[in-house]
């Protein structure tokens, strides 16, 4: 009887750590969209980023970084245009290539910090 109590109580704890996991993995990024779009190969060369989400981001605890063929590049002037949007601008020219936009931002009334990356070409 003990034996089965333990295995019932351990196969609880197994199913409950399992459906935990799969929780905390959610595919959920409050980022709706992007300018230049994500996975796009842009036809012109873009002087601004633009990311949308679906809340209003936290411009004091938002970070985003630009990364191309050359190293990083430099952003300046983070700032909300819209109630949704993070929008900053490319101080270095872009050349030809890959590159990933990373960001991280708290949105809405969700403590939660979010982050994700994306990434765009220029042909």
Partial sequence: ???RTIR???GFILLLMLFN???SNSAYTPLLKAEPEIGSAVTR???TLRLYY???PDVERSAVTLIGPTGEHTL???HTMA???LMMEIMDPLTPGQYTVEWTT???DDPMVHSGSFNFSVP
């Fill in 83 to 85: 109630s949704d949007d």
């Fill in 54 to 56: 679906d809340a209003l």
């Fill in 45 to 47: 060369v873009p002087r």
């Fill in 76 to 78: 300046r002037g983070l």
């Fill in 106 to 108: 708290i949105v809405g």
């Fill in 21 to 23: 996991s799969c929780a």
């Fill in 8 to 10: 019932l109580v351990g």
């Fill in 1 to 3: 009887m003990l034996i």
